[in-house]
């Protein structure tokens, strides 16, 4: 795989009749430069050659020369097939779970340079590099699947064992994402207020409500009697008010004093709210009569 300089350990040729080694000069950079042309001709997916053992051979670890073919399984090729280099847009497949290497949606002709993508087969590549192919789609950077975008890898053939990884970092990145939010939900002060503030405004016109449904009744009361609030209405007031308050919150003492109180507390509290906005110890549900002012 790749530009490193390879020092071949085995009998060259090893693929004479399907495959040709082409040995380029130091490039500008200092790199030893190699590649691989076809002798054949191939419908699309046809076979090209076999990854038999021998002569691949199982590795320790992960190096410049061998293929992944497994969630922790590389092999070491140990032909000329490791002259294959990457593009993005190969001529080849390699699949890993056949045990082949086959001719691309394309086919093969005579003279086709035969490359594959290197990302189909590794997870994280040994020596990453930058990818010169050339082709519009060019991915740049090859460091392996795990370190690519969807989009980078979308449409390109990948082996079972790279569609596995990349459905494991997935589901771990949006756990991730899951447990993130759950805490900002969790933490999220500024949230937790705005919450509070809003249930606490809606207290304040339910009881704004209560308050001028029961003034109005009181007045036309007092109008067709002739006397001032009876004791049924104020209680009926009080415990509207003291409803509306909620969770033991006090405001009582205004209440008490019947149904003008309770309107005077619930349009204070409004004006408050706007004066001033809430104060912390409102927002944490302590609005009580002292801090109301009656208009
Ligand atoms: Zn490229």
Redesign the pocket.
């Known amino acids: 795989m790749a530009s490193s300089p390879l020092k071949p350990h085995w009998e060259q040729p090893s693929h004479p009749a399907v495959l040709e080694v082409v040995i380029g000069a130091v490039d500008g950079a200092g790199e030893f430069s190699s590649k691989s042309v076809s002798k054949v001709t191939l419908p699309p997916f046809g076979l090209f050659a076999n990854l038999s053992f021998p002569p691949c051979t199982m590795a320790e670890e992960p190096t410049y020369a061998t293929v992944q073919c497994g969630k922790n399984k590389h092999l070491d090729l140990n032909s000329d097939l490791l002259y294959i280099n990457h593009?993005?847009e190969p001529s080849l497949i390699f699949d890993t779970a056949s045990q082949t290497v086959i001719a691309g949606p394309k086919g093969l002709v005579p003279g086709d340079e035969l490359t594959f993508f290197y990302p189909s087969t590794e997870w994280s590549m040994a020596q990453p590099f930058d990818?010169l192919?050339g082709?519009p789609t060019?991915?740049g950077r090859i460091s392996g699947a795990r370190d690519m975008t969807k989009e980078q890898l979308e449409g390109m053939w990948l082996n079972g064992h790279i569609r596995e990884l990349l459905a494991e970092q997935e589901q771990q990145s949006s756990e991730t994402r899951d447990t993130v939010s759950e805490d900002l939900y969790d933490t999220d002060q500024t949230a937790q207020a705005l919450r509070d503030a809003l249930q606490h405004a809606e207290k304040v016109v339910e009881a704004a409500r209560t308050a001028l449904m029961c003034y109005a009744r009181t007045t036309r009361t007092q109008q067709h009697k002739g006397v001032n609030g009876t004791n049924g209405i104020k209680a009926a007031a009080n415990g509207h008010i003291n409803g509306n308050s909620a969770n033991g919150h006090h405001s009582n003492g205004h209440a008490a004093n019947g149904c003008y109180n309770g309107a005077s507390t619930a349009i204070g509290a409004v004006t408050g709210s706007l004066r001033r906005g809430p104060t912390s110890r409102e927002l944490s549900g302590e609005m009580g009569g002292d801090t109301i002012d009656v208009v």
């Open positions: 593009s993005c990818c192919c082709k060019c991915r």
